[in-house]
C-alpha cells in the first residue's frame, strides 16, 4: 500500500452513513438523491495554510474549521446540511497529521449529519478545499436580497473573538483558550439557520466582518441599514480592547466569527423569540434596515461613525 | 474596486445560463435544482501547478484541462455535465492570466452546455481545484464494477499521447502540436459516455493510465482480464516509441490519457458499433473479461508480458 493509499484510507468514509448517498468515495464520481421538492445549496471554499489558518495549527481543528466555514454558508442559506466533498493539498504525506485532521472533520460531520462522499488528494503546499451540500425546500432558501425598510437586523453570538485571538496571536501574546477556539473551531449556527426558514427575509454569515457582510446584503437588497453599536455583542474582552483603543474594527471587519446576520419584519418577531429560546447562544438585535442606501452606525456616544465599508479581502495577506 | 474584485468578475458568468440554477454566484450558496428521476453525479479534482501543469503552461490550456478533468469523470459515469464550482488559489491578482484561464474554463463550458455555479478565490500558491456536478437517470449510471466474464474491453481514442508530450516536455526536446494538445487541452469523452448508459457494464476513464485504471475495474468487479497489446490504439509517434524502446509503459501507465475504458456485454456489441458511427474517434476492442483474478497482457509476439499493474500515483512528483 502506497502513501498515497495510507492516505485515501482516513477519507473513504468520514461521518455517518446516509440512505441518499448511492455510491460514495471510490468511482469516478459519487452518486447521490436529492429529496423531491428540495433544492441544493452548495458552497466551496479554500483554506490556506499562511492565509487561513497558522500551519502549526492543530490538525484535528483545521479538519474542523475547513468543514465548518461551508457550514455556515448552508447555514446563511436557512440549508439542511447533507454531503461534503473534500480536496486536499499535502507537502507530504505525514499520517499523524492526517489522521488528527480527519478526526476534526469526522466529529463536526456527526455533530451536523453530513456525508464525506468524494475527494482528491494532491502533492503541494498545505491547502484544502471543501464543498459542502445542503436541502432546503424549494422556494424557502433565505438570500441576501430579501431585507426591506422596517426590518430588523439581528446577529447571532458574539462578534470580535475571533479577531482579538488572531491579533493576540500575531503578537505573539497570551490567548484565552476560549477565544483561540472561537478562532480556530467555530460552531456553525446550522440549527439557527434552518429554524429561520420563513421567519427571516435575509441572510448572510460573517466571515469578513459585520460591516462587509450586511454591506452585502444592503447592496442585495437595495436598501439601506442603522445599527446601533452599543447593542453589538461583545464578550468583555473584546468589549474591553474597544473600549481601551476606541477602534470599532475588532468587532465590525476582523472577520472569522461566523455568526449569522439576518433581518427579520416585525411580524415575525415573536417567531423569532420562540426560536432564540431554543438555542444556546443569544441573538441581538443591533438595528433596523431603512429606505435608500448607506449604512449608519450609531456610537454609544450618540456620534455617528464614519467608518470604511470594507471587510476582509483575500488577498491582502492575513499572515 | 479591488484586485479581488475583478478577479471576482471574470468568474460571475462562465458558460450558459440554465433554468435549473435557481441563484448562481454571489449568495452564501449556489441553488441549484435537480430534474426528477435523476441522480447527481459530482467529482471534486484539484488540479496544481509543478505537480499537474507547467507554471508556465498557457493559463487558457490550464482553464480548460482543470474543467477537462472533471468532465472525464462525468462522462465515465454516463452522466450529463451541468454545473461547475471552481475554487482557484494564485500567488498574485494576474489580470492576464485570469482572463485567460477564463477564456479556455468558459469555452469548454459552453461546449459542453455547463454552468459556473459558486467559487473562492485565495492567494497562495497557483492552483485550481474544481467541483463538477451531472445527472444520470435512475439506476443508469455505469459504475466500475459491472464487468462480466466474456464481456470484451473497449478504449477510446488513442493511448500514451499526452504522456508522449510529458516525456518530451521533460526532456528538453520539442513537442509535435497535436501531442502537446493532447497534454495540456484533452477532450473529454463525454457523449460516448452518456451513449453508453444502458450498453456498458463498467466503465473508468483513463487518467492514470489502462493499466492502473482496467485493474480498478477488475477490482471493483471481482474478475480477470487479458488485453491484447497489439490491438492497443495508438498513434504513429508512440508506436515508434513503443517499437524502439520495447517498453510498453508510455501507453499502460503514463496517465492524462482521459478516454475512457469500459466493457460491453457481447449482445450489447452491435449497439455499440451503431453508437461507435457517431463518434469522431475511434473506439476499439482490446480484450475480455474473464473469471478469476488478474490481468493477462498479451505481447505482439505471442509471449505474455508481466508489468507492475500501478498506475500514475499523485505522491511521487511528475515535474
Redesign the interface.
Known amino acids: 500500500m502506497?502513501?498515497?493509499d495510507l492516505i485515501r484510507r482516513h477519507f473513504s468514509a468520514l461521518g455517518p452513513a446516509r440512505s441518499d448517498v448511492?455510491?460514495g468515495v471510490?468511482?469516478?464520481?459519487?452518486?447521490?438523491?436529492?429529496p423531491?421538492g428540495q433544492?441544493?445549496?452548495?458552497?466551496?471554499?479554500?483554506f490556506?495554510a499562511?492565509?487561513?489558518f497558522f500551519p502549526d495549527c492543530d490538525p484535528a481543528h483545521v479538519g474542523h474549521k475547513a468543514l465548518a466555514v461551508g457550514l455556515s454558508?448552508?447555514a446563511?442559506?436557512g440549508?439542511d446540511p447533507a454531503w461534503s466533498?473534500?480536496?486536499l493539498?499535502l507537502p507530504s504525506?505525514d499520517e499523524d497529521w492526517v489522521r488528527a485532521f480527519g478526526r476534526g472533520f469526522a466529529a463536526l460531520s456527526h455533530a451536523h449529519g453530513i456525508r464525506l462522499?468524494?475527494?482528491?488528494?494532491?502533492?503541494?503546499?498545505l491547502?484544502v478545499?471543501v464543498?459542502v451540500?445542503?436541502f432546503?425546500p424549494?422556494g424557502e432558501?433565505i438570500?441576501?436580497g430579501g431585507a426591506r425598510p422596517g426590518d430588523l437586523i439581528f446577529v447571532s453570538g458574539t462578534l470580535g473573538d475571533a479577531g482579538l485571538a488572531l491579533r493576540r496571536m500575531r503578537d505573539g501574546a497570551a490567548v484565552e483558550p476560549e477565544l483561540r477556539m472561537r478562532l480556530e473551531c467555530p460552531e456553525p449556527r446550522v440549527a439557527l439557520g434552518q429554524g429561520l426558514r420563513g421567519i427571516a427575509s435575509a441572510?448572510?454569515?460573517l466571515s469578513d466582518g459585520l460591516a462587509g457582510d450586511l454591506g452585502h446584503i444592503l447592496q442585495?437588497s437595495g436598501v439601506g441599514a442603522e445599527v446601533d453599536l452599543a447593542r453589538l455583542p461583545l464578550n468583555a474582552m473584546v468589549a474591553s480592547a474597544v473600549a481601551d483603543s476606541g477602534d470599532w474594527s475588532l468587532p465590525l471587519a476582523s472577520g472569522d466569527d461566523y455568526e449569522l446576520c439576518f433581518c427579520i419584519p416585525p411580524a415575525h418577531v415573536d417567531a423569532l423569540h420562540r426560536l432564540a429560546g431554543r438555542l444556546e447562544y443569544p441573538l441581538s438585535a443591533i438595528g433596523s434596515i431603512r429606505a435608500g442606501s448607506g449604512l449608519l452606525w450609531h456610537l454609544p456616544s450618540g456620534d455617528i461613525l464614519d467608518i470604511q465599508r470594507t471587510g476582509f479581502?483575500?488577498?491582502p495577506?492575513r499572515s
Chains 1, 2 share one sequence.
Not at 117 to 125: E, H, L, N
Open positions: 502506497s502513501e498515497f448511492l455510491l471510490g468511482d469516478d464520481c459519487a452518486l447521490l438523491d436529492l423531491a433544492s441544493l445549496a452548495v458552497s466551496i471554499d479554500t490556506a499562511g492565509s487561513h454558508d448552508l446563511a442559506m440549508a466533498t473534500l480536496a493539498t504525506a462522499v468524494g475527494g482528491d488528494t494532491t502533492r503541494g503546499p491547502s478545499t464543498q451540500h445542503g432546503v424549494a432558501a438570500r441576501r441572510m448572510i454569515d442585495a479581502d483575500h488577498f495577506d
